[in-house]
């Protein structure tokens, strides 16, 4: 994928997450799964030149394009899947 593109879908999927981490203040669980997808998309982010996913075996396989983990963060978080 392209840098500039990851860059504009990361921005997006942080600002959403962190629109529910305030409004979930009082919640625990909800801000627990904040976390957990921090750190999921955190583990599959794109690197080296061909920005292949280092968690995501199927991504290595694939030219470009995004692994599945962040395929479903951009159709719910920033699409409204």
Do not use: Q, T
């Not at 942080?14 to 305030?22: E, N």
């Not at 904040?34 to 999921?40: Q, S, T, Y």
């Amino acid at each position: 994928m392209d840098e500039v593109l990851f860059g504009v879908l990361a921005e997006n999927i942080g600002k959403y997450l962190d629109g529910v981490d305030r409004r979930a203040e009082h919640s625990e669980e909800l801000r627990l799964l904040v976390a957990a997808w921090r750190a999921l998309l955190d583990l599959h982010r794109p690197e080296g030149r061909r920005g292949s996913c280092a968690g995501c075996a199927a991504a290595r396989h694939r030219k470009g394009g995004m692994c599945s983990v962040w395929r479903v963060a951009n159709a719910f978080f920033v699409r409204g899947g």
